[in-house]
């Protein structure tokens, strides 16, 4: 069964910078999609950025240049580096393997195409 645990979030002023970890357990990472989801307060659930099976890696434009995801194979754990933070950042962050397709024709798998979460981990910016 597939587990995912991550760690990272907190609180941190506007330009800082964070790194989210994503660490799974009973399979290994090599090999499956995985990505990144955001949810603000009385916002819509968001996909920040995937990884896919080729380690190709797609990032939303309102992150790209500022974060980077990756994962290393070794360790079996994915990542998000979060550099020069925005307020609008705040959200909790949550990262998910196994969709059947990263991307298609432009389109990025959902969040409910993923069949395996993390439990979430809160990223708060200030100004």
């Known amino acids: 069964q597939m587990e995912l645990v991550e760690s990272g979030g907190g609180s941190v002023q506007a330009g800082g910078s964070l790194r989210l970890s994503c660490a799974a357990s009973g399979y290994t990472l090599n090999g499956y999609c995985m990505g990144w989801f955001r949810q603000a307060p009385g916002k819509e659930r968001e996909v920040v950025a995937i990884?896919?099976?080729?380690?190709?890696?797609k990032h939303a434009d309102s992150v790209k240049g500022r974060f980077a995801i990756s994962r290393d194979n070794a360790k079996n754990t994915l990542y998000l580096q979060m550099n020069n933070l925005k307020p609008e950042d705040t959200a909790i962050y949550t990262c998910a393997a196994g969709a059947p397709y990263c991307s298609s024709g432009g389109i990025w798998a959902s969040f409910d195409e993923y069949n395996a979460w993390g439990q979430g981990t809160q990223v708060t910016v200030s100004s």
């Open positions: 990884i896919d099976i080729d380690d190709v890696t």
